[in-house]
């Protein structure tokens, strides 16, 4: 039997309590990563641990914490670190800022949308890079979205953010050591709560139903469908394995063809 490509390797993977997190970890898990999982929901992170989802990873354990505010987050990965040893794989991920015009934004909503997205997964870069760099591998992936290269109708901060999320991991793959990677994984239209309540708030924007709604961002797929979670987070395992240790700086789009860039 071939062994997992991530046996051996730690990972952290923040949202992960649905979503594309959970999906992650779930995947990471089956490459025989030992899995920490962070989220705000205690109740949704050990149902996670007590299904059988995790049942390869060699260990599980959980931070229950909130990257808006981080209070107390330094303590707990230290205390982390103590007990299971450097954490290789950091996936940073969570939840996007409200739809809106940028026009309409608050100076509120930018310093939210910034401390939650670069200043958090800024500060776990800090805090596990030391264990990776001894470790000689450290594969750091940021979940992002396509508005890194096209920005998306409405949803004016999160353009804004995620493009200074895209700026900060590209200077970061150019201070990193050797061993240690750093990219930006852009999922398209995705089949999570997010994409939901995007889909609810744009219908009641526009006064078309949510069918509507849905109707015309398939139109934009050339796939013709909704990229599934489990497609991400198949990705992002590719990207924190071995193989992928030539992969640095990057961008990649996982959005069944929406882009128009190239």
């Known amino acids: 039997m071939t062994q997992p490509t991530l046996s051996g390797k730690t990972a952290l993977v923040c949202g992960a309590s649905a979503g594309i997190g959970r999906a992650t970890a779930i995947a990471l898990a089956k490459q025989g990563a030992s899995i920490v999982l962070l989220a705000r929901r205690r109740d949704r992170l050990e149902a996670l641990v007590q299904s059988s989802d995790l049942a390869n990873a060699p260990s599980t354990a959980i931070i229950v914490a909130d990257l808006d505010t981080r209070e107390g ?21 969570s939840g996007g800022p409200p ?72 200077s970061m793959s150019r201070e990193l050591p050797p061993g240690v990677t750093i990219n930006n994984l852009l999922p398209g239209f995705t089949d999570t709560q997010r994409l939901d309540a995007l889909r609810s708030a744009v219908a009641k924007r526009t006064g078309k139903s949510t069918d ?25 395992a590719f990207l924190a394995s071995p193989d992928a240790g030539a992969i640095r700086g990057v961008s990649l789009a996982v959005d069944g063809g929406r882009l128009r860039s190239i």
């Open 212 to 236: 509507e709604v849905r109707k015309g961002w398939l139109d934009q797929v050339p796939e013709g469908r909704l990229i599934r979670p489990e497609e991400i987070a198949s990705t992002i």
């Open 73 to 93: 987050l330094d303590a707990q990965i230290e205390q982390t670190l103590d007990a299971l040893g450097p954490i290789h794989i950091l996936i940073n991920n």
């Open 99 to 170: 739809a809106g015009p940028l026009l309409d934004a608050t100076e509120e909503a930018f310093v939210t949308a910034f401390s939650r997205h670069v200043l958090a997964s800024h500060r776990l870069v800090q805090m596990l890079l030391p264990g990776m760099s001894d470790a000689g591998y450290g594969r750091i992936i940021n979940i992002v979205s396509t508005s890194v290269r096209e920005p998306i109708p409405n949803l004016g901060v999160s353009n804004t953010i995620r493009g200074a999320v895209a700026s900060w991991a590209k």
